[in-house]
């Protein structure tokens, strides 16, 4: 619906506003933006640089595949702290801690240059820079639900993936471009630049304002309410009628703090629950009530497990990509320039498929569609190169390994916004505090396993037939993400209770009109 009639169920309660949109939301989200592309451009350095970073800190490729991984591992162990730090600090601070710790990433790494280039000390700023991963990486859904209008929503999540890809896209350029050889100075320059972009982060995050006075939509109202209650329970949706009384009561003072800091609030209700024994039973009951409503949800299990399988094999062969290309004569310079187009042109699709997804009534059909071209485009290297055999030139090596990488980064990343949507709508009213890390977790924890059991198969020598292995490996995982993504059948239960609300908006108006 229109912004005229945001407004007009924004003011329910005669002169009482119970939600609507900041002025500086666009700001906050570029804080978010600046923050996770700076992670991405440290997650991705040393995917494209394996031969320097081998020789400059006297490691082997497996140790290059720790450093790599180590993000998605702390993201595995760790995806919960965001649900439980944000919401304390506030989602505007919680960002500048992660600026923060972006910096300190940044910092570390210039120590390994400054002091001591061993592996133990790269390996310190990275677990760092992943514990601002386990923060940040599904932060975009969490930002548009608390700060964008209906309207807004959907294209500020695109906005928020997107940032990281763009980062990742980085990540891949600068390093093999920068990094030409193993010296001092290269490394030095490169995580110079990578303190540059984190600092810039940090500044734009301390800048932006910290809260919302208000939550921009009803579905926003009503999760804060949950919030401030601690009741994660799935309750029915709210038919017209029963929307329309939600909303002629006005809300209590407890419940628009709530709105403002929902650190607040916690602090507020904990102190009613009788003492800390009590508060600490009523919390393990809301993970007990949480836990129940996840695994009974059959819909947002496939969508953990399409997440998983697709964005998982995705973020392995990205991994991987220059142990893959190197047996087919690849140079690294032209890896990172593939790297770089590949997302590049991933984060342009993120960006594009949110502003389409507030345009279609199911999303099912889009994602379906954007699996099965990410497993095309899995395919087409691996059977070219058996077709040609072992003649195949430098020149087609290049071009099959861009298609590959270019074509897996635009439909894969362009999937992101659609399976956190679906994730929030499929579990309305639980919190996307809860929901939105764990539909990032499963790709996290499989692509650990996944290039870990695969980078055993290429080994410290890759050839040919081991990089055709792995990419038929990661196509039958993408393969088995379209398999579960047929059996979805989402139903948008966030979209229900926002046309109820707004039904009973105008009932409420026309009342009082008459």
Same mark, same amino acid.
Request: with cysteine.
């Given at each position: 619906?229109?912004?005229?009639?945001?407004?007009?169920?924004?003011?329910?309660?005669?002169?009482?506003?119970?939600?609507?949109?900041?002025?500086?939301?666009?700001?906050?989200?570029?804080?978010?933006?600046?923050?996770?592309?700076?992670?991405?451009?440290?997650?991705?350095?040393?995917?494209?640089?394996?031969?320097?970073?081998?020789?400059?800190?006297?490691?082997?490729?497996?140790?290059?595949?720790?450093?790599?991984?180590?993000?998605?591992?702390?993201?595995?162990?760790?995806?919960?702290?965001?649900?439980?730090?944000?919401?304390?600090?506030?989602?505007?601070?919680?960002?500048?801690?992660?600026?923060?710790?972006?910096?300190?990433?940044?910092?570390?790494?210039?120590?390994?240059?400054?002091?001591?280039?061993?592996?133990?000390?790269?390996?310190?700023?990275?677990?760092?820079?992943?514990?601002?991963?386990?923060?940040?990486?599904?932060?975009?859904?969490?930002?548009?639900?608390?700060?964008?209008?209906?309207?807004?929503?959907?294209?500020?999540?695109?906005?928020?993936?997107?940032?990281?890809?763009?980062?990742?896209?980085?990540?891949?350029?600068?390093?093999?471009?920068?990094?030409?050889?193993?010296?001092?100075?290269?490394?030095?320059?490169?995580?110079?630049?990578?303190?540059?972009?984190?600092?810039?982060?940090?500044?734009?995050?301390?800048?932006?304002?910290?809260?919302?006075?208000?939550?921009?939509?009803?579905?926003?109202?009503?999760?804060?309410?949950?919030?401030?209650?601690?009741?994660?329970?799935?309750?029915?949706?709210?038919?017209?009628?029963?929307?329309?009384?939600?909303?002629?009561?006005?809300?209590?003072?407890?419940?628009?703090?709530?709105?403002?800091?929902?650190?607040?609030?916690?602090?507020?209700?904990?102190?009613?629950?009788?003492?800390?024994?009590?508060?600490?039973?009523?919390?393990?009951?809301?993970?007990?009530?949480?836990?129940?409503?996840?695994?009974?949800?059959?819909?947002?299990?496939?969508?953990?497990?399409?997440?998983?399988?697709?964005?998982?094999?995705?973020?392995?062969?990205?991994? @991987?990509?220059?142990?893959?290309?190197?047996? %087919? /004569? =690849? $140079? *690294?310079?032209? !890896?990172?320039?593939?790297?770089?187009?590949?997302?590049?042109?991933?984060?342009?699709?993120?960006?594009?498929?949110?502003?389409?997804?507030?345009?279609?009534?199911?999303?099912?059909?889009?994602?379906?569609?954007?699996?099965?071209?990410?497993?095309?485009?899995?395919?087409?290297?691996?059977?070219?190169?058996?077709?040609?055999?072992?003649?195949?030139?430098?020149?087609?090596?290049?071009?099959?390994?861009? @298609?590959?990488?270019?074509?897996?980064?635009? %439909? /894969? =990343? $362009? *999937?992101?916004? !659609?399976?956190?949507?679906?994730?929030?709508?499929?579990?309305?009213?639980?919190?996307?505090?809860?929901?939105?890390?764990?539909?990032?977790?499963?790709?996290?924890?499989?692509?650990?396993?996944?290039?870990?059991?695969?980078?055993?198969?290429?080994?410290?020598?890759?050839?040919?037939?081991?990089?055709?292995?792995?990419?038929?490996?990661?196509?039958?995982?993408?393969?088995?993400?379209?398999?579960?993504? @047929?059996?979805?059948?989402?139903?948008?239960?966030?979209? =229900?209770?926002?046309?109820?609300?707004?039904?009973?908006?105008?009932?409420?108006?026309?009342?009082?009109?008459?």
């Amino acid at each position: 619906h229109s912004s005229s009639e945001d407004d007009s169920d924004a003011e329910l309660d005669g002169n009482a506003k119970l939600y609507g949109v900041e002025p500086g939301r666009y700001i906050v989200l570029a804080g978010l933006a600046l923050v996770n592309a700076s992670n991405a451009l440290m997650w991705m350095t040393f995917a494209s640089i394996v031969t320097p970073a081998e020789q400059y800190y006297s490691i082997s490729a497996s140790q290059i595949n720790v450093l790599n991984i180590i993000f998605a591992a702390m993201y595995s162990g760790l995806f919960w702290i965001s649900g439980v730090v944000l919401p304390k600090t506030g989602l505007g601070w919680g960002l500048a801690l992660c600026a923060a710790l972006n910096v300190c990433t940044a910092v570390l790494r210039l120590a390994s240059v400054w002091f001591s280039p061993t592996f133990g000390m790269i390996l310190s700023g990275n677990i760092v820079g992943g514990l601002c991963q386990s923060l940040i990486l599904s932060a975009p859904p969490m930002l548009s639900n608390q700060w964008f209008s209906i309207e807004e929503r959907n294209f500020a999540t695109g906005i928020g993936v997107s940032a990281q890809i763009f980062g990742g896209a980085l990540g891949m350029l600068l390093p093999s471009n920068i990094v030409t050889e193993a010296t001092s100075e290269k490394f030095g320059m490169l995580y110079y630049i990578q303190l540059g972009f984190a600092a810039l982060g940090l500044i734009v995050t301390l800048l932006a304002k910290k809260s919302p006075s208000l939550p921009p939509t009803a579905a926003a109202f009503k999760l804060d309410e949950n919030v401030t209650r601690r009741s994660f329970h799935h309750d029915r949706l709210p038919a017209s009628t029963s929307s329309h009384n939600r909303h002629q009561s006005p809300p209590s003072q407890g419940a628009l703090s709530a709105t403002s800091s929902r650190k607040s609030t916690k602090s507020h209700s904990s102190q009613h629950q009788g003492g800390t024994k009590k508060y600490v039973r009523r919390a393990l009951s809301n993970v007990s009530a949480t836990l129940k409503t996840i695994v009974t949800n059959k819909n947002f299990l496939l969508i953990l497990v399409v997440s998983g399988l697709c964005q998982g094999s995705i973020w392995t062969i990205g991994t @991987l990509m220059v142990q893959v290309a190197q047996p %087919f /004569g =690849v $140079a *690294q310079t032209t !890896i990172g320039w593939i790297g770089f187009s590949g997302q590049l042109v991933g984060g342009f699709a993120s960006v594009l498929t949110g502003g389409v997804l507030g345009f279609v009534k199911d999303y099912k059909p889009i994602l379906v569609l954007l699996i099965s071209l990410s497993a095309l485009s899995c395919m087409i290297f691996p059977i070219v190169a058996i077709i040609i055999g072992d003649s195949i030139s430098v020149a087609v090596s290049n071009a099959l390994v861009a @298609l590959l990488y270019v074509g897996m980064c635009l %439909f /894969g =990343v $362009a *999937q992101c916004p !659609i399976l956190f949507e679906l994730g929030i709508e499929v579990t309305f009213p639980l919190s996307e505090e809860i929901t939105s890390p764990l539909v990032m977790w499963t790709p996290s924890f499989l692509s650990l396993i996944f290039v870990t059991f695969q980078g055993a198969i290429l080994t410290e020598n890759p050839t040919h037939e081991k990089a055709l292995i792995v990419l038929f490996i990661n196509f039958g995982f993408i393969l088995l993400s379209v398999l579960a993504s @047929l059996l979805l059948k989402p139903q948008y239960n966030r979209r =229900v209770y926002e046309q109820n609300q707004l039904q009973a908006a105008n009932e409420a108006k026309t009342g009082i009109n008459a």
